[in-house]
């Protein structure tokens, strides 16, 4: 039975009660224009797939978008045509082997009212005991070659959450115009709050979204912070498909090839460069955590292509 918030949280209903949690962290992905961010977001549904993830809250989708552009879709459900609306929900993930609770919320960047949706999701956390950490998970495509481990960058100000995350941290100072997820963190910042964002880098020139590699390599960090052991064996076997996939396309092009290996000298330039500052998050997959010289070259991408966050 659906329970509608009070007045101030009309937009929002609670599906099941939370309870009690475990030291609870906040973990969000919002998939944004043109798909970035997707693969952030499959991220969570493996996570929620996996662990059973619960159904807590559900936001309308009424007040935050523009249907012309976030259109719904429509599907056959036996011999019913359903129409999904674009929108973000939220659920709770218990691993039983866990230390910390998970609020998993995940879903569509909203169009309108920011404001409006960021105190309704303030009041829903306000009314849970014990949340004090906010991560952003985000993921976007990069000049980064698929023949080298992908990136990943933490952004964040607490120390305490960057060594529960295993990650060096860079001092979220960036300035300029940003997304939902950045409008978030910037609001989670009070003295007993600590925020970070989760960026991992892949190949711009794959094609394949979401990314198998980039879901390993953030599903790694986040059972870090929560305390448990997700099953990664089929997503590393989708990630050397993909792989083996590019080294054929790679073969049969010259001068993608030629593209490839530039790439991968102007990498291992920089990794070179930065031995011994920074650091292997996980043997498996070996996903490399880069320092501020190697960031600022990130960010200088990113603000050409028009997606600094």
Known sequence: MWRSWATN????????????????????????????????AATLGYLLSVHNGKLVAEFDPEPF???????????????RRMVDWPTNRIYLLSPQESRRDMLVLVGVEPQLKWRTFAE????????????RDL???????????????VLLRLTADDKALADQLGLLAMPRNYEGPIDFSELLCARHGGPDQAAAGLTVLVPN??????????????????DRLAGCRTPLEWLRAQ??????????????????????RQME??????????????????????SLVANEELIEDIERFLKQDGHAH
């Open 135 to 149: 991560v952003i998970l985000r993921s976007w495509p990069a000049p980064l070659p698929h023949t080298r481990p």
């Open 9 to 40: 949280f009309e937009f929002l209903s609670e599906l099941q009660e939370v309870g009690s949690l475990r030291e609870p962290v906040l973990i969000a992905a919002f998939v944004g224009r043109d798909g970035y961010n997707t693969s952030a």
């Open 65 to 79: 978008y523009d249907f012309t552009v976030a259109r719904p879709t429509i599907r056959l459900d036996g011999e």
């Open 205 to 222: 020139y794959l094609g394949v979204v979401p990314s198998p590699s980039a879901i390993v390599a953030l599903t790694e960090v986040i």
């Open 239 to 260: 990630s050397e498909k993909v792989r083996e996939s590019a080294d054929e396309a790679l073969e049969r092009s010259a001068e993608m090839g030629e593209v490839v």
């Open 265 to 286: 000298e102007e990498y291992s330039s920089l990794t070179d460069s930065l031995a011994g500052t920074y650091l292997k998050p996980a043997k498996e997959t070996a």
């Open 120 to 131: 309704t999701l303030e009041g829903f956390v306000a009314s849970i005991n014990g949340v």
